[in-house]
């Protein structure tokens, strides 16, 4: 073998600026203690508040006169004010008192940060060029979310360090990992890339099921043990619909899996979930469910995030024909990261992509059986279809 024929891996570069979006930086509630809270993001600090008008709002954090952390100042009324020299900014990022001052200067602006509260959610809008959020792209609203039929989020955060978040994004169309990484057995596996929305439509069983021998039926969404409808809005936020059967019994659940960016080259992953209250059981046993799901999610999550933290950024995977489409998701997650006017049509063109997943459900039955019958014991499955 000449050393033209040995495959090379390209690394590339992580791009240098943030992705143009909604982003999320957590569930609202947790700023809305009346106090101001510190976030770090963007390359830079962000200073979050809940005014007495009951908005929340978001700056940048340094202060424009001489640079104090208005995350170490106090809300007063709908305002921030400053620690260093108690100037007062509101949420429209306008200086709105002095108290030792006649008069405002006219240029005392700082920057204010777009802000959308959905399903309990915070987002930010960020847009490296300043453009305001389009209507057409924007965070849905859960249908029932405010009905009582939902059990309350869980929430926790991975800060992830060394890497770009593209790497979260590309287990959108990385079927095989499911398997080795998070122990279920995809048995139907499809994207959907359309405008700024991207869909992963996952079934799949447990491997104690498929190690007793019995028939699974691949290629088909209905009748799995798992179903999962997953959306990217935008380049940060899922949405992930789960249907988890068991025996007579579904739970259905929505799984929030989403992150913004600290710098170019690290993030903070942040999940959490709402469980719909299954008749018969009370408030408390609800909350049970909805953690221990949240646990084991958790697990799957830390599964993912060593194997990040190990690989190498690669712009040229070698792929089989049982590979999902890494090349056009890539395409499409880069209309997030150039100007408005340089997004190509590809980026944003309807694109379907099915895996046949035919040899691959065989190969692991095979394996799963051959465990069983020699004592093994088998791998548990990690609920986190997404990613």
């Known amino acids: ?41 963007f390359g830079g600090k962000l200073v979050v508040w809940r005014g007495a008008d009951g908005a929340l709002k978001v700056l940048d954090a340094y202060c ?8 170490d100042g ?39 940060w777009p802000v959308l509260e959905r399903n309990g959610h915070l987002f930010v809008w960020h847009d490296p060029q300043g453009n305001a959020p389009p209507d057409d792209v924007t965070i849905p609203e859960f249908e029932g ?45 499809k994207n959907v890339f359309d405008g700024h929305l991207c869909t992963q439509y996952y079934a799949g069983t447990t491997p104690e099921h498929a190690a007793t021998g019995a028939p699974i039926e691949v290629g088909q969404y209905e009748g799995q043990t798992t179903k999962s409808e997953a959306t990217y809005y935008g380049p940060s936020y899922l949405v992930d619909k789960l249907w988890d059967s068991y025996g007579e019994m579904t739970i259905e659940s929505i799984l929030i899996t989403c992150h913004y960016p ?17 008749p018969g059981l009370d408030d408390e046993t ?15 999550f830390l599964e993912d995030v060593k194997i990040w933290q190990h690989k190498t950024r690669i712009e ?17 997650y880069e209309q997030f990261y150039v100007d408005v006017d340089d997004v190509l049509p590809e980026m944003v063109e309807r694109f379907e992509f099915e895996v046949d997943a035919t040899k691959a459900v065989a190969a692991w039955q095979e394996q799963l059986m ?14 986190t279809p997404a990613v």
């Open 74 to 112: 106090t809300v007063e009324g709908d305002d921030i004010a400053c620690p260093f020299h108690g100037w007062r900014w509101g949420g429209d990022g306008k200086c709105q008192a002095i108290p030792y001052a006649k008069r405002i200067p006219p240029r005392a602006r700082t920057r204010a």
């Open 1 to 41: 073998m000449t050393a033209t024929e040995i495959r090379t891996i390209q690394a590339g570069a992580a791009p240098d600026r943030y992705a143009r979006g909604w982003h999320c930086l957590g569930l609202a509630r947790a700023f809305s203690d009346g106090t101001p809270h510190p976030v770090a993001a």
């Open 316 to 332: 040229n995977p070698l792929l089989c024909e049982a590979d999902g489409p890494v090349y056009q998701l890539r395409r499409w």
């Open 262 to 278: 600290v710098t170019t080259d690290s993030f903070v992953l942040m999940y959490g979930m709402i469980v719909k209250r299954i």
């Open 145 to 189: 979310y405010d009905s009582g039929d939902w059990t309350d989020w869980t929430w926790d955060a991975i800060p992830v360090n060394g890497i770009h978040c593209r790497e979260v994004v590309d287990n959108m169309v990385d079927m095989a990992h499911f398997y080795y990484i998070h122990k279920g057995l995809p048995t139907y596996f």
């Open 286 to 300: 609800m909350g049970k469910v909805a953690r221990k799901m949240t646990r084991l999610i958790g697990a799957g």
């Open 370 to 383: 051959a465990m069983a019958a020699a004592g093994q014991p088998l791998p548990s499955a990690i609920p």
């Open 64 to 71: 424009r006169h001489m640079g104090g952390d208005l995350s």
